[in-house]
């Protein structure tokens, strides 16, 4: 079935980069996306990219797609304190649903 | 422009007992999706409405049921409630069913079953 996969944890230094992966198994993906949800809040789209892209920046923010192995990360350039969150990996495609990973808790330590 | 609102924020119930969560999405926004989100499973899909229509159904049980009004207001009702049900609910509005729409959340609903 469809599902989405990402590593639990991370722990980085403030203004190191953190590289968050993704892995996912329904290849009719179209948009693959990273949400980012502080405590009590809820998930904030951080950005997207479309299945025939590689790459897309976005400031600090850059997001590398491999199609072939389905295969998403995030990275973020000069990690900050404020970056402490959870983030998530979601896929659409073919159903239109959204399929969420578990979510990977970044600690940016001071 | 107000973002996505959810009523209440927090509910305590027992178990066997129903709840109702409400969501209001996004002006001008007529889809609305529900997610149950648990430490354990990440956010897992509930449903989606589009037009007063469920257009998409995760794997919940029948207990699991949902509406849209025709404001595009969702509610979404959980009966006979387990313990396994405490969870933070969350709801989602996009402007519409197209896949290159994206999806705002509200802050959740915080279920705590007892």
């Known amino acids: 079935g469809e599902d989405v996969e990402q590593s639990l944890f991370l722990s980085v230094r403030e203004g190191d980069s953190s590289v968050i992966n993704c892995t996912y198994t329904?290849?009719?993906?179209?948009?693959l996306y990273w949400y980012k949800q502080e405590p009590g809040a809820g998930l904030q789209l951080l950005t997207y990219?479309?299945?025939?892209?590689d790459m897309k920046q976005d400031q600090r923010l850059t997001v590398l797609l491999n199609k072939k192995d389905k295969h998403l990360s995030l990275r973020i350039a000069d990690t900050q304190t404020g970056d402490s969150a959870i983030y998530f990996c979601a896929a659409r495609g073919g159903t239109y649903k959204y399929i969420f990973g578990t979510g990977t808790r970044l600690k940016v330590l001071a | 422009k107000a973002g996505v609102t959810q009523t209440p924020r927090y509910l305590i119930k027992t178990r066997g007992q129903q709840v109702t969560l409400s969501c209001s999405p996004i002006s001008g926004h007529r889809s609305v999706s529900w997610y149950q989100q648990t430490p354990g499973q990440g956010l897992q899909f509930l449903f989606e409405y589009f037009s007063e229509t469920q257009r998409n159904k995760g794997n919940f049980p029948g207990r699991f049921s949902g509406r849209q009004f025709s404001n595009s207001r969702s509610e979404m009702n959980v009966s006979t409630l387990e313990l396994g049900d405490s969870a933070l609910y969350l709801c989602?509005?996009?402007?519409?069913?197209?896949?290159?729409?994206?999806?705002?959340f509200g802050p959740g609903t915080r279920l705590t079953v007892l």
């Open positions: 329904d290849s009719s993906s179209t948009y």
């Open positions: 989602a509005s996009s402007p519409g069913l197209a896949v290159n729409n994206e999806q705002f």
């Open positions: 990219i479309f299945s025939n892209m």
